[in-house]
């Protein structure tokens, strides 16, 4: 029996916690407009429901003070939380120093990802942990969505255009393994076109990419 | 009594096929839109089945095809044309005391022209099914095999074409045909959701005709606009899109609101509270709505903070629907409630759902976290909330909240109640757990998916078959009491707007004598006055 997932996947960076952060005040902050409205909704209903046939409810057609009330606070509640996601954006956007730069390119159906040195892979996707990594996103035919949601970030790979995003993975979560499934729309091979990202040691690392760039130029020679 | 002088009785081609009567024409649109409803949620609970276990019960293929008619179905054949066509063409001539639209034979036109478009739709199920989603996002469009796309495309210019006739025939009727008095500041509130919405439907249709018309060219005549090697921009595509599509989405839910502001009060019995509020913030939505499209497109090539100005005017364009909100609630507060089924569905129904919809909007409209939201499951969650937790909730209590003066019957109030718990229960089953696999990473337009995510998928699942039960209960209850419902007077539920003035159903010119209009329709009940209504 698999447990069924059913909130936030792991963090696998400082930048997926402070994007978790952002999501609790968000989520904090309807929550509490959602209970606010549901509360006197079925307050409304109980406490002035209808229960002889003449009643009448009073006469009152709306009041300026009160329309300016729930005009202006959620305005301003808003444009707190406006305020706050441009710094996480510019945050998110800025692209770290002497990153590991990780070619993507999307197939229908499989991700090909090439590394520094040359190597390249299908569906496998190697990271160092406590590195810069980019990305440089690609689809070499339709439309896909590179995504892993343990990192919390997508973005398109599209044709003709490159994308990007970085992270750096904890390094307590070496040798722990993600999904990394296609988020847009590609064709019937869509929900099978799913890479798994490794987090290793920049030891290891290196290794793994020296050793299988040794192995694939054996077998491309034979 | 008019009735003694027995007409004699027309065919049912003169009587319906060549009508140009402004409430035949919306019975037509309400009828054809309730079969398409039946199709269209007989192509989500082939989605939700397929969905049971992680590797999916159909063909990839097949599932892919399924969730685009679903889409297209619900959006062009039966919310935009139950809100506006139905609704709109039978009560705006109505309530502002016009004895037809503006143009009588270019309304015909247009509900031909929304069959012809659902006719096509029908075609494809034939002759092959669009399989690319409702968003047809190019290349994948245009490399999709076989008519499906080219059928999609027809159906969705002739749709197009159909609105925007509609929609001109609003704007002129709206602002040339009002009764005597009917100023704009007496209008019912849901003449003036109407106006809005004719006037997006206007500006935003364009954009999509564009779209579709250069997606078809690219397929067939050798164009390259979206063809990435050749210097085109699939990216362009998106935004003709959405600059259509996201003004839809307030085509899709303006008039429902409008159908609440009308029902609250009177189950209330209490004046709308700030008129003015309600009528002018559906103005601002119209005007703000052109302007948030690219939320949709934050992961979609653009640079995160171009994403910025998109995420303030979303997150600003929810301070009018909550004032709207905020005035419901106060038209409830210490009015006279009624727990009729028409409120049923407004007050618990539609607000207590719809808003979970708009609060799941501001979380993603937020840049950051839309990167790990967009297209996954709490997209899908999102979009339903909004879409059948408000629209088709809005359109179930203006179903039974008209019902009475379409067809001078009641329908059975029993069932009617029964139906309502099964549609907000099953509403609740079928999407909230969408948002918990979603949070966790599950992508949309999945036919087969990771085992983790099975048990909220399957609880989904159950959910949609309580909604497929508490629909047919609906239409049954529907068709049948229109048929052996007991009768009813001009106006049962003690309502102000015009349409409850005139016998029901309304004679063929509706008002013999054209009303004089003193004051707008949300004015104070006198005890008197309801003891009347309850003897009636
Ligand atoms: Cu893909
Ligand atoms: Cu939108």
Redesign the pocket.
């Known amino acids: 029996m698999v447990d069924a997932a059913s909130w936030l996947p792991t963090e696998l960076t400082p930048m997926s916690h402070s994007l978790d952060v952002l999501f609790d005040v968000a989520l904090g902050v309807v929550t509490f407009f959602f209970v606010l409205v549901e509360v006197l909704l079925v307050t409304f209903l109980i406490r002035y429901r209808r229960t002889k046939t003449n009643q009448t409810g009073v006469n009152v057609h709306g009041n300026n003070r009160l329309e300016v009330i729930w005009t202006l606070i959620p305005a301003a509640i808003l444009v707190c939380m406006g305020v706050y996601c441009v710094k996480v954006v510019y945050a998110l956007q800025t692209p770290p120093a002497k990153p590991e730069v990780i070619k993507v390119t999307?197939h229908?159906?499989f991700w090909e990802f090439q590394y520094p040195n040359g190597l390249t892979t299908k569906n496998d996707l190697r990271v160092p942990a406590g590195e810069n990594v980019l990305f440089e996103i690609h689809s070499a035919d339709?439309i896909?969505?590179f995504y892993i949601p343990a990192v919390r970030i997508q973005q398109d790979a599209l044709p003709g255009r490159q994308t990007e995003f970085w992270m750096n993975a904890d390094t307590d979560k070496v040798g722990q393994v993600f999904d990394v499934p296609?988020d847009?729309f590609?064709g019937s091979?869509?929900p099978i076109?799913d890479a798994k990202m490794t987090v290793m040691s920049p030891a290891d690392y290196e290794h793994w990419e020296q050793t299988q760039l040794q192995k694939q130029k054996q077998n491309s020679g034979q | 009594m008019e009735a003694a002088v027995q007409a004699p009785r027309k065919s049912f081609i003169r009587e319906w096929v060549m009508t140009v009567d402004h409430k035949k024409i919306g019975i037509m649109y309400g009828v054809t839109s309730l079969f398409f409803f039946l199709l269209a949620g007989l192509f989500a609970l082939l989605v939700r089945t397929d969905l049971l276990v992680p590797s999916g019960l159909f063909s990839p293929q097949t599932y892919n095809e399924f969730f685009t008619m679903h889409a297209t179905i619900m959006i062009f054949a039966v919310i935009i044309p139950l809100l506006t066509g139905a609704f709109g063409n039978y009560l705006v001539p109505l309530m502002i005391g016009a004895r037809d639209m503006a143009f009588p034979r270019m309304n015909a036109l247009s509900y031909w022209l929304y069959l012809a478009s659902g006719v096509v739709l029908l075609f494809s199920m034939f002759f092959g099914m669009p399989d690319a989603g409702w968003t047809s996002y190019p290349p994948y469009s245009i490399q999709s095999q076989g008519p499906g796309i080219d059928l999609w495309v027809t159906a969705i210019h002739i749709a197009g074409l159909s609105s925007i006739l509609g929609a001109i025939n609003f704007v002129v009727t709206i602002h040339k045909m009002r009764a005597p008095g009917m100023t704009y500041n007496r209008m019912p509130l849901f003449v003036w959701s109407i106006l809005v919405t004719a006037y997006m439907q206007i500006f935003g249709t364009p954009a999509l005709a564009g779209a579709v018309t250069t997606l078809l060219a690219d397929r067939h005549f050798g164009t390259v606009f979206y063809d990435a090697t050749a210097g085109g921009d699939p990216m362009l595509y998106q935004h003709l899109f959405w600059f259509y599509s996201h003004p839809a989405v307030y085509i899709m839910i303006l008039p429902g609101f409008g159908i609440i502001s009308e029902l609250l009060p009177v189950f209330s019995r209490k004046p709308i509270f700030g008129y003015h509020a309600i009528a002018y913030s559906s103005v601002a939505i119209g005007f703000l709505g052109f302007f948030v499209w690219a939320h949709h497109m934050f992961v979609a090539g653009m640079s995160m903070s171009a994403g910025i100005p998109f995420m303030i005017s979303s997150l600003i364009i929810a301070v009018p629907t909550s004032v709207k909100i905020f005035n419901w609630l106060a038209t409830m507060w210490r009015g006279a409630v009624d727990y009729t089924v028409p409120m049923m569905y407004a007050s618990l129904g539609f607000i207590g759902s719809f808003i979970i919809g708009g609060f799941s909007g501001v979380i993603v409209a937020e840049v950051p976290l839309d990167m790990h939201l967009h297209d996954t499951y709490f997209i899908v969650a999102h979009i339903h909330y909004v879409l059948f937790g408000g629209s088709v909730m809005t359109i179930m209590a203006g179903l039974h909240y008209w019902f009475p003066k379409v067809t001078g019957r009641m329908f059975n109030t029993k069932l009617g109640h029964i139906s309502f718990w099964f549609y907000f229960i099953g509403t609740q089953v079928t999407f909230f757990p969408m948002h918990l696999v979603g949070l966790a990473g599950m992508p949309r337009r999945y036919q087969s998916y990771l085992p983790e995510f099975q048990f909220w998928n399957d609880v989904s699942t159950i959910g949609s078959y309580i909604l497929g039960v508490g629909t047919l209960i609906i239409i049954f209850n529907l068709f049948y009491s229109a048929k052996y419902g007991k009768k009813v007077g001009n106006n049962p539920w003690g309502a102000r707007t015009l349409e409850w003035t005139i016998s029901s159903p309304p004679p063929e010119h509706n008002f013999t004598e054209l009303p004089v209009v003193t004051e707008n329709p949300y004015q104070p009940y006198s005890p008197q006055e309801v003891e009347e209504v309850a003897t009636a």
């Open positions: 999307g229908m159906w339709v896909h969505g296609c847009q590609c091979g869509h076109m």
